[in-house]
Every structure is written in C-alpha cells, then in structure tokens.
C-alpha cells in the first residue's frame, strides 16, 4: 500500500512541477525536460545542508534512474576532455544497445539522457555537433538539440 500511495503522490508532484513550468515560468527548462520524460534530474540534487528538492523523494520511481544518467555523464565527460569523436552510433554500439536485454540500454534512453544533458547546456556546441552528426546518428537525434518550447513541449499525461 506504502508503494502505491508513494507512486500516486509522484504523479501528482510531476503534474504540479509541469503545471507551474508551463504556466508560470518556474523551475529551469533541463528540471521541467526531466520530469516530463522521466529522466532522474542529476544536475538540481542537494547534499543535505538544504532542504530536498522534490525529486530526491521520488528517486526510484523515475523511468531513467539517477546512475543511468550519471553513467552518461561521466562517458560524455571522458570523451569531451579527450576531445573523442563520440557519435551517437558509436555510443548505441559501446553500449550494446540493440542487445537492450542484457545491457539494459535503449535509444530512448540515449536520447531522453543527451537531451536533459544539452538543456542543461553541458559541454560545448562541437560536442553536440559530433554526436549528432548527419549520418552518424538516427533521425530522432537531431531532437537533442533542438529549443525547448514549454508551451509546446510539456505534455500532461
């Protein structure tokens, strides 16, 4: 019962975060992405000293986890000091993405995780070019770059 009430109080903490995103300008564009697509908020955690932002509650009934994030952090950080062509292909093929049963990796997952990491404007703008290079990366991936429209791009469902 504990869970069931915890996951219920989780949807609505997400409608109330988009809700005061879209509507009255809160919270950063990167949180609001976050919430919205189910990607744990890496970047707005807090060490204790402060009182917990809303997320930090719910950490484990976010769809994309918080070490799946900081997982891709730390790759996209070594590629990025060592100045490595990563491209979006490279990285589905390192992770063994189309083998997801073992690995656990998706697309979606590769695309939710870089676009929360680009609206958190990490890494420079050659960073994103290589990954989304025309011909080393699938169609969607283009997306990661694109603006972010709370009007248009915070869904209620």
């Known amino acids: 019962m504990d869970t069931d009430i915890k996951k219920l109080l989780f ?46 509650l719910y950490q484990d009934l976010f769809r994309i986890s918080e070490g799946e994030v900081e997982f891709i952090i730390k790759r996209f950080n070594k590629a990025y000091d060592d100045n490595e062509k990563l491209t979006f292909y490279g990285l589905e093929d390192e992770l063994h993405v189309y083998s997801h049963s073992t690995s656990g990796w998706t697309r979606g997952k590769l695309l939710r995780i870089s676009r929360y990491l680009f609206l958190e404007e990490e890494y420079d703008k050659s960073f994103w070019n290589k990954l989304t290079e025309n011909g080393s990366c699938p169609a969607e991936a283009h997306s990661i770059r694109k603006e972010f429209i709370r009007e248009s791009d915070i869904y209620f469902y």
């Open 11 to 56: 949807v609505q903490q997400r409608l109330q975060i988009l809700h005061l995103g879209k509507h009255y300008g809160e919270f950063t564009d990167s949180y609001l992405y976050a919430w919205e697509r189910g990607v744990y908020p890496f970047f707005d955690g807090t060490d204790g000293s402060v009182d917990k932002k809303p997320h930090e």
